[in-house]
């Protein structure tokens, strides 16, 4: 008792030596530390041409989103008559600020400010696997390998949508049997564990670091993938001895699952020539144990139905356009277009491989920017015209979606779509030689837009072009936030102490203390949540509640802190907060 009274007593009168009148004179923020000149390392980049629309110094740090390159090939497959391996990052809103780290090495290679509908190109001697592209707002951007070989008509494209960080996750499971499967890694010491028999031992082990990146080999249907950090992972399926089975996809992560989908539209069934084989699958594993598929391709009943155990995976050949695929539990799914004929005048087999996820309605989104390439050849005896399609998928009854701006002819420029229906917008394959075609959708509620492709050689086949897009919604407002904790109160060793008699007028700490914040975005979301302590980042949080432990500091004698916090929405925008601490121990 008596020692209590004594430690009540030297508390008391630290607290009245220091706490006064001064407190806040002592120290004036004068809102100024976001104002120190350009450090070193923030160089100008300056991008001549049309697609860089003004120079700009740019921060990484102060990006919110960031999207991580899995895997990129740096060489030819096959022989063929052209080849390349490009990353595009196209653009849906104005003053886009993009930083681009090409090694993961935490410098910074490019930068640039991008407007809406704005592409950005770097090929593989110019970006790799691993590279870190950070943004201040969403962005599309997308992986393609092509090779054309003119000598047999056949030509061969892995292409894949790459996710921004809040589509991001830990626990993944590989539908299809993959000649790889690579992961890339946006934090420090990571670790990345893969299971191929769903028994609980794992193959493989590896150690990441941000901005690196590791290829499985020969990977089985059914493995499971985790993480304790956030991953991006893709599959990449091609057979060196031929160009059977040649498609990529990026991996929806468990954490975006759900338990039912729809299959877009692709016309497989409408090739140009007679002879043909249609190998087209959508391959279905189970993410939860005694899941339940069932396979609607009309009506109520339905036409196909199958129970799956974790990591289970079922192949639904010839999948019909607009089938409702429904699970008891979580599951995830791609489509695999897989399409063959034979063209009597050459006489030679054209084959057709794509591969696109089924998206999850966290993919959903009211506004949606589409993009497309019209490519258009010529020769002696032919035109090979290249149309686009866009495929819309409804989620709610009633949905209405508008076509606000465009360079694609489209009419009618209104339509409306059900939940669990499609329609499709076809652009014309005409006139538009190597140009790029875009356009601006709303809709009334959230809808899901699938890429399709019109290889246009004999008007052969309508593929998926791999790409799924990631919409936004126009959300230009800042985030709320607000740090809950401390309050202008004593607390020692993270413990509120109540002294009735006293008002402080800061927070007044002695030891560790848990900060929490409250950030809420009704638009699009927090992203994330970071700590600053005199302008030092000494923390971030993904998920709520948002909240870092502030451990010891040097012993000074109730030092005085800015304590900063600033919360970033999905659409990136930003809000500060900040306060004036004093601190001992």
Not at 60 to 80: G, R, T, V
Not at 289 to 312: A, K, M, V
Not at 394 to 421: A, C, D, R
Not at 561 to 575: F, H, M, P, R, T
Request: charged content about 15%.
């Amino acid at each position: 008792m008596r020692n209590s009274l004594w430690m009540k007593g030297l508390v008391l009168g630290i607290i009245m030596l220091f706490v006064g009148t001064s407190v806040i004179s002592a120290y004036n923020e004068n809102l100024s530390i976001n104002s120190k000149p350009m450090q070193s390392g923030n160089i100008l980049y300056i991008q001549e041409g049309d697609i860089v629309t003004q120079a700009t110094r740019i921060d990484a740090n102060n990006l919110p989103i960031i999207y991580s390159i899995p895997y990129l090939f740096n060489k030819q497959l096959w022989s063929a008559s052209t080849w390349d391996s490009t990353i595009n990052i196209r653009s849906v809103y104005n003053n886009t600020q993009i930083a681009i780290d090409v090694d993961g090495n935490g410098t910074i290679d490019y930068r640039m400010i991008l407007n809406e509908s704005e592409i950005f190109s770097l090929g593989y001697t110019s970006i790799t696997s691993g590279s870190l592209i950070y943004s201040s707002k969403l962005v599309q951007i997308d992986y393609q390998y092509y090779i054309n070989d003119y000598g047999i008509y056949d030509d061969c494209l892995m292409s894949y949508t790459i996710l921004p960080s809040n589509l991001l996750g830990k626990f993944y499971w590989i539908p299809t049997s993959s000649t790889l499967v690579a992961c890339s890694s946006l934090e420090n010491d990571t670790i990345v564990s893969v299971d191929y028999n769903n028994d609980g031992v794992w193959e493989h082990q590896a150690i990441l670091n941000k901005g690196d990146n590791v290829t499985f080999s020969n990977v089985p249907e059914g493995t499971y993938i985790t993480s304790n950090n956030i991953i991006a992972v893709s599959v990449l399926n091609y057979n060196i001895t031929g160009r059977d089975n040649t498609y990529a996809y990026c991996v929806t992560p468990l954490e975006y699952l759900q338990s039912e989908y729809v299959i877009p539209l692709y016309d497989y069934d409408q090739l140009e020539y007679n002879v043909q084989i249609d190998l087209t699958t959508v391959y279905i594993v189970s993410a939860e144990p005694d899941n339940t598929i069932s396979i609607y391709e009309t009506g109520s009943s339905p036409n196909q139905t199958r129970n799956l155990n974790l990591g289970e995976v079922y192949a639904y050949a010839s999948p019909v356009a607009g089938a409702l695929i429904h699970g008891t539990k979580k599951f995830f799914a791609v489509y695999v277009f897989d399409a063959y004929e034979i063209d009597p005048w050459a006489g030679v087999r054209r084959h057709q491989a794509r591969a696109v996820p089924l998206m999850s309605s966290v993919f959903g989104s009211t506004q949606f920017i589409f993009y497309g390439w019209y490519d258009y050849g010529t020769g002696p005896y032919w035109s090979v015209p290249a149309g686009l399609r866009f495929i819309i998928i409804g989620l709610e009854n009633s949905t209405q979606v508008t076509i606000t701006k465009s360079t694609i002819p489209t009419s009618p420029t209104t339509l409306y779509v059900n939940k669990t229906k499609y329609i499709v917008i076809d652009a014309p394959n005409e006139n538009y030689q190597n140009q790029v075609a875009w356009a601006r959708v709303k809709s009334t509620k959230p809808i899901l837009v699938y890429v399709g492709y019109n290889s246009g050689w004999g008007n052969n086949a309508d593929s998926p072009d791999g790409y799924i897009l990631t919409g936004f919604n126009q959300d230009n407002n800042p985030p709320y936030i607000k740090i809950e904790k401390p309050k202008k109160a004593l607390y020692i060793f993270d413990s509120e102490k109540r002294i009735y008699f006293l008002k402080f007028r800061i927070p007044l700490l002695i030891g560790k203390i848990t900060i929490e914040v409250n950030a809420t975005d009704k638009e699009s979301g927090i992203n994330r949540v970071e700590f600053y302590i005199n302008g030092r980042l000494i923390g971030k949080d993904t998920t709520e509640p948002y909240n870092y432990l502030w451990k010891w500091n040097r012993p000074r004698i109730f030092h005085i802190y800015i304590l900063k916090v600033i919360a970033y929405d999905n659409a990136g925008n930003s809000a500060i907060e900040r306060i004036i601490v004093r601190k001992f121990l």
